[in-house]
């Protein structure tokens, strides 16, 4: 398979980068509350039982509808990087009975916001700024392939972009090339954010001051089996369009992939 491996190798050494350099640059709005982390690296964590108290009565309240049979409730202080500690509440919680194949578990975190107040993950907000990342990818992508110029990924596998016909990429060729490359990715984020297939998770409010409760009763929606089941076939599909993107539909005689046969485009060594 011409430069196959190389170019997987590629690609994903440039992924990285550019996903390094936007989360460094969205630490002020991460930690500022205005949007939810790219990418984190857990540097530490020490969390115990969450101690008796008004918080922990507020949950045994909010749960005690839900007729579990068990829960087991913890605060943890996160360290991450680059963006600093935060506190947040872990719960699991079960119920049923193991002997009979039916206990159902439900784990979630609720994050403490500056304010005091509770907030479960907010999925809409994530698949937003994974949409903003990969338009941004795109875009470093499409720099690097103009012009005869190589990104750091492929400079290191030693390959580079042309036409056809041998020739150098234009800019608008170039960002033909690598929108369709990166297309099953953005589709994906943004059918979560346009047409959310699981109403109850994204549907969750993103304004700050949430109840404790409130964000408990929120946070148990999302483990819901029929809630949860769209989204899980939502990604299988998904990952099938990127087996057959990058790999199913290599041709092994002229050494290209489907969206480099519909751009006019292929990946040589210099």
């Given at each position: 398979m011409r430069h196959f491996w190389r170019r997987f190798l590629a690609f994903w050494i440039d992924y990285?980068?550019?996903?390094?350099?936007?989360?460094?640059?969205?630490?002020?709005?991460?930690?500022?509350?205005?949007?939810?982390?790219?990418?984190t690296v857990n540097q530490s964590s020490a969390c115990e039982t969450l101690k008796a108290g008004p918080i922990r009565d507020r949950l045994m309240s909010a749960f005690a509808r839900h007729y579990y049979d068990s829960l087991?409730?913890?605060?943890?202080?996160?360290?991450?990087?680059?963006?600093?500690?935060k506190r947040q509440i872990?719960?699991?919680?079960?119920?049923?009975?193991?002997?009979?194949?039916?206990?159902?578990?439900?784990?979630?975190?609720?994050?403490?916001q500056p304010d005091g107040s509770f907030r479960p993950a907010d999925t809409l907000s994530q698949n937003a700024s994974l949409a903003v990342f990969y338009v941004i990818l795109i875009g470093y992508l499409a720099v690097f392939s103009a012009g005869g110029?190589?990104?750091?990924?492929?400079?290191?596998?030693?390959?580079?972009?042309?036409?056809?016909?041998?020739?150098?990429?234009?800019?608008p060729l170039a960002l033909r090339r690598e929108a369709l490359k990166i297309a099953p990715f953005l589709a994906a984020t943004l059918a979560a954010v346009l047409v959310p297939l699981t109403p109850l998770v994204h549907r969750?409010?993103?304004?700050?001051?949430?109840?404790?409760?409130?964000?408990?009763?929120?946070?148990?929606?999302?483990?819901?089996?029929?809630?949860?089941l769209?989204?899980?076939?939502?990604?299988?599909?998904?990952?099938a369009v990127l087996f057959h993107w990058f790999?199913?539909?290599?041709?092994?005689?002229?050494?290209?992939?489907?969206?480099?046969?519909?751009?006019?485009?292929?990946v040589v060594t210099p």
């Open positions: 990285f980068i550019v996903l390094f350099l936007c989360s460094a640059a969205s630490v002020p709005l991460v930690k500022a509350g205005l949007m939810p982390p790219l990418m087991i409730l913890a605060d943890c202080e996160i360290g991450t990087w680059p963006y600093g500690s872990v719960a699991l919680a079960s119920r049923g009975s193991r002997e009979n194949g039916t206990e159902s578990r439900l784990t979630f975190v609720l994050t403490r110029r190589r990104s750091p990924g492929k400079r290191v596998m030693k390959l580079r972009v042309e036409t056809v016909g041998a020739e150098p990429l234009s800019a969750l409010p993103s304004e700050p001051g949430i109840g404790l409760a409130e964000a408990v009763n929120r946070a148990y929606a999302l483990g819901e089996w029929y809630v949860m769209p989204g899980v076939l939502a990604g299988l599909l998904f990952l790999f199913a539909s290599f041709d092994h005689d002229t050494g290209q992939l489907d969206y480099e046969t519909f751009s006019g485009t292929r």
